[in-house]
């Protein structure tokens, strides 16, 4: 035992010491938040904000603009939730029999096999590259406008979607699935009648709080010119209008809280009701958004991409490397910096610690207590929402107004951003955890400092930890988005190469970030598996981006 705790205490001294590390080797200086520039320009933001625009005029454009956003989200979560089901369909590895009652031929197994393999592989390219490059790329063949965001969404989300569901499919229990391959059912057969029914309502759920981040998502890819609320928030700060932009800002927090709203009652809801208002949805964007589908198959655009001549030169590749291993450590940096404030800020933000008490029929404590606990939970809880609503590409431009471009903009925008996606999830985790061990802890006399580290910490650290995990995972990917912006990383690099049409360079980027993002996927998939399957760390579980919170939310 105490050999198994000096042994978790060295594991995490090791990952915090990394963090201190990975922070200056990305070039990145903490004093620029301090200095007399980076001060002044955090002064005018936050007068700015704290005066929204509220005039006729520019309200009207906002709601204008958040009705595209919405109408954006809504078809791009339509067309990614059909582009990851029918590839997903494909992906599942369905279980066969040891000796079944009937043998396909060895070249329909083969047949079989290899597109399982295409499909996977078609699944993780399209969700390797971020949102934002999409759009940059589509808004090169369509042109300005809400379509290359619609596009974006498909195909990012789309992947993402289509991984979940295959992996929720394939986590199922074999029992129903080997009887029905027992009667000598087809595969068709087999995922109609005993997969789908047990996966639709978590696909449906995880359906539903995609559509909320992809509201999200639409009100900021109009920053590279994909319409909705991100032309408006590049604006804004381009010419420093902060009291615009905090309207903007409230608009998008607005959306944001009435669609979790909304999701919530959805999940709870029968599933005709959740396909209807899909479909009024797909209609009314179908008919709003100007979108000039033909442009994709017209021909008369430039080619984005070209595998010819791509032996690269030394200097390029040297720089790629550098701006590579800058992603990483921007996103390193970050997702340890965001998890240390959520382990602050879940305790108060979840419902049995802020309580105080995990037993049925707890002492009733003075008053001033309790309101203090009540108070300290909802101002936790307000914190985590509203770093959580702010997108990092917006949080990254206001960072690069305040301190300037390069490295530090961009880990603050995602250090922030995920303080709030991390704190959700751990209160979840924590809310999550069995309440005897510390309710016996608790009836013995153990003060709520010891509760917590006997009672709880044993049961979710693994849980913690594996959550922590995927989201470095995800901000590999957002630190791309983020350079987009002049907020460091490889994104600076693409953007570059697709505003020039530099296309070589752009396959080599696209090439270089598709195996960064296949790399940092494979080892955090193996790291996850092996903290949730170790025994002293609490019971085995599905990987942590497959299971929803208590609350039916899954994690963003």
Not at 152 to 177: D, H, R, S
């Amino acid at each position: 035992m105490l050999r198994s705790r000096l042994q978790t205490l060295l594991i995490v001294l090791a990952v915090l010491l990394s963090g201190g590390i990975a922070l200056p080797l990305t070039g990145a200086e903490p004093s620029k938040l301090f200095d007399a520039d980076g001060l002044k320009n955090a002064a005018d933001i936050l007068s700015g904000l704290a005066r929204p625009d509220f005039s006729a005029e520019f309200l009207a454009r906002v709601l204008e603009l958040s009705l595209e956003s919405l109408l954006i989200g809504v078809l791009g979560t339509v067309m990614a939730t059909a582009l990851g089901t029918l590839l997903a369909l494909v992906a599942i590895r369905v279980p066969d029999l040891d000796d079944p009652p009937r043998h396909r031929p060895a070249w329909q197994r083969g047949l079989t096999a290899l597109l399982r393999q295409g499909a996977r592989l078609l699944l993780n390219f399209c969700r390797s590259v971020p949102e934002i490059v999409w759009a940059y790329l589509f808004v090169q063949l369509l042109g300005l406008g809400p379509g290359a965001a619609v596009l974006a969404i498909m195909l990012t989300v789309g992947g993402n979607i289509g991984k979940l569901y295959a992996e929720l499919a394939e986590a199922l229990e074999p029992g129903a699935i080997r009887a029905l391959r027992a009667t000598g059912a087809s595969r068709g057969a087999v995922l109609l009648h005993a997969v789908l029914p047990q996966v639709r309502r978590a696909w449906t759920g995880y359906a539903l709080f995609c559509l909320e981040c992809n509201i999200r998502i639409g009100s900021i890819l109009g920053v590279v010119g994909a319409g909705g609320l991100g032309s408006e928030i590049a604006l804004s700060l381009r010419y420093y209008q902060y009291d615009k932009l905090a309207t903007t800002l409230l608009a998008v927090l607005v959306f944001v809280v009435a669609l979790e709203a909304l999701g919530a009652r959805l999940r709870r809801g029968p599933l005709p009701r959740t396909l209807a208002l899909a479909g009024l949805g797909t209609a009314a964007a179908l008919w709003w958004l100007e979108i000039p589908w033909a442009d994709l198959w017209s021909g008369s655009s430039v080619a984005l991409l070209s595998f010819d001549h791509l032996a690269p030169d030394a200097a390029f590749m040297r720089t790629v490397a550098l701006q590579t291993g800058e992603t990483v450590l921007m996103a390193w940096a970050a997702t340890l910096a965001s998890a240390l404030g959520a382990m602050v800020l879940a305790p108060l933000a979840a419902a049995h610690l802020s309580t105080g008490s995990f037993l049925p029929d707890p002492p009733r404590p003075a008053w001033p207590r309790r309101l203090a606990r009540w108070l300290g939970r909802q101002a936790a809880r307000a914190v985590l929402q509203l770093t959580r609503v702010m997108p990092e590409l917006t949080l990254a431009l206001v960072f690069v107004v305040w301190v300037g471009g390069g490295p530090l903009a961009g880990i603050l925008a995602i250090a922030v951003h995920n303080l709030g996606v991390m704190g959700r999830l751990f209160a979840d985790v924590l809310d999550e955890a069995e309440p005897g061990p510390p309710a016996v802890l608790q009836a013995q006399g153990a003060g709520p400092l010891a509760v917590f580290v006997a009672g709880v910490w044993p049961q979710v650290r693994a849980r913690l930890a594996a959550f922590a995990l995927y989201r470095f995972e995800v901000n590999v990917r957002a630190t791309t988005m983020v350079g987009f912006v002049g907020a460091g990383g490889i994104g600076d690099a693409l953007h570059t190469a697709i505003s020039l049409f530099h296309v070589r360079d752009l396959t080599l980027l696209l090439i270089v970030l598709l195996s960064l993002v296949a790399l940092v996927d494979l080892v955090g998939d193996r790291l996850r598996a092996r903290l949730l399957a170790t025994p002293d760390r609490g019971p085995r579980c599905a990987p942590p981006v497959l299971t929803p919170s208590s609350s039916g939310a899954f994690p963003a």
